[in-house]
Every structure is written in structure tokens, then in C-alpha cells.
């Protein structure tokens, strides 16, 4: 019965930081053995895993975005965050956290997945 909801603003300026929030309920962020991840899916393309943190706070990111990915946690508030650094216009997505025994996880078959949110990276 858990459930996820992303939220953060909806759009962003080039160079600027990324920020959104998946606020978790029916479900502890840190019962073992869940990983909690940020998938993400271009106009047009597949979806993407970009990261996740594990119940007990370690985290693991794609290569090709570690160098502007953090993702944290606020286990008081049983929320997760993303943050994605120096964006351009191609991080323009639907953003979604997801939840699954799996560290990597880009199937929507798989798992407990928020509804998703739209993130345009524009001037």
C-alpha cells in the first residue's frame, strides 16, 4: 500500500539546480531491503534510471550523471530528494521515484512508482 508523490517546481533555467521531492506514506524509507529511485523519461524516449538511495542511506548513481547528481534523504519526514546540477534543456523529462528491491530499476512493471512530474528546463 505504499505511495509516492513527487513535487518540485516545474520549470528550471539552464545552469541552475534541479530540486524535487518524493514524499513516501504507507512505507518507511528505511525498512530493509528497499532501494528508492529517481527514474526519469524524455519527450519521445525511454526511460532513464538516474539513481537511488538505499534503506540504510548508501547511494548509487548512473556514471554519466554522478558528476551533477545527489540524492539525499529526510528520514523524519520519510521523504527522498533529487538533485540534478548545471541542467540544460535535454534534462527536460517526466521526473519519477519509484520503490523496489532493486537498485536499478527503469521498469514501470517493477516496483511502486509515483505518478510522475514534468520538469522543462527553459530561459
Known amino acids: 500500500q505504499v505511495q509516492l508523490q513527487e513535487s518540485g517546481p516545474g520549470l528550471v533555467k539552464p545552469s541552475q539546480t534541479l530540486f524535487l521531492t518524493c514524499t513516501v506514506s504507507?512505507?518507511?524509507?528505511?525498512?530493509?531491503?528497499?532501494?528508492w529511485s529517481w527514474i526519469r523519461q524524455p519527450p519521445g524516449k525511454g526511460l532513464e534510471w538516474m539513481g537511488s538511495i538505499a534503506y540504510d542511506g548508501n547511494t548509487y548513481y548512473r556514471p554519466s550523471l554522478e558528476s551533477h547528481i545527489s540524492i539525499s534523504r529526510d528520514t523524519s519526514k520519510n521523504q527522498f530528494s533529487l538533485q540534478l546540477r548545471s541542467v540544460t534543456p535535454e534534462d527536460t523529462a517526466v521526473y519519477y521515484c519509484a520503490r523496489d528491491r532493486k537498485i536499478i530499476l527503469d521498469n514501470p512493471l517493477e516496483g511502486s512508482w509515483g505518478q510522475g512530474t514534468q520538469v522543462t528546463v527553459s530561459s
Open positions: 504507507g512505507g518507511s524509507i528505511t525498512t530493509s531491503y528497499y532501494y
